[in-house]
Nanobody
Framework: VQLQASGGGLVQAGDSLGLSCAAS????????MGWFRQAPGKEREFVAA????????YYSDSVKGRFTIARDNDKNTVYLQMNSLKPEDTALYYC?????????????????WGQGTQVTVSS
């Protein structure tokens, strides 16, 4: 399984940015998906997760109300729409696949990880 994340970049505080993560397998629709991030000198942290059908989503408290996770199973792609970005959102963002169907916030439950895409928010 390969996960290809894209869409990162340099933006200003208050701007929006959309990330995408394309999966290489058509069995994508059977997996829950998640987004995590890691800032320099910090541990990787959970951002958002979505169930295989897209009917259940979870968000970290730090992004709730600003970020939206969505998926298109026909395109084998999961998205993360990020609005009202803050400098503290600066990190390397990873998508991950959980081969079970239910969404989870726990990184240990995810079986495959993408390479990461950098998001930098300037103040």
């Amino acid at each position: 399984v390969q996960l290809q994340a894209s869409g990162g970049g340099l933006v200003q505080a208050g701007d929006s940015l959309g990330l995408s993560c394309a999966a290489s397998r058509r069995t994508f629709s059977n997996w829950a998906m998640g987004w995590f991030r890691q800032a320099p000198g910090k541990e990787r942290e959970f951002v958002a997760a979505i169930s295989r059908r897209g009917d259940i989503t979870y968000y970290s408290d730090s992004v709730k109300g600003r970020f939206t996770i969505a998926r298109d199973n026909d395109k084998n792609t999961v998205y993360l729409q990020m609005n009202s970005l803050k400098p503290e959102d600066t990190a390397l963002y990873y998508c991950a696949a959980n081969l079970e169907p239910w969404a989870t916030t726990h990184s240990g439950a995810y079986d495959y990880w993408g390479q990461g895409t950098q998001v930098t928010v300037s103040s």
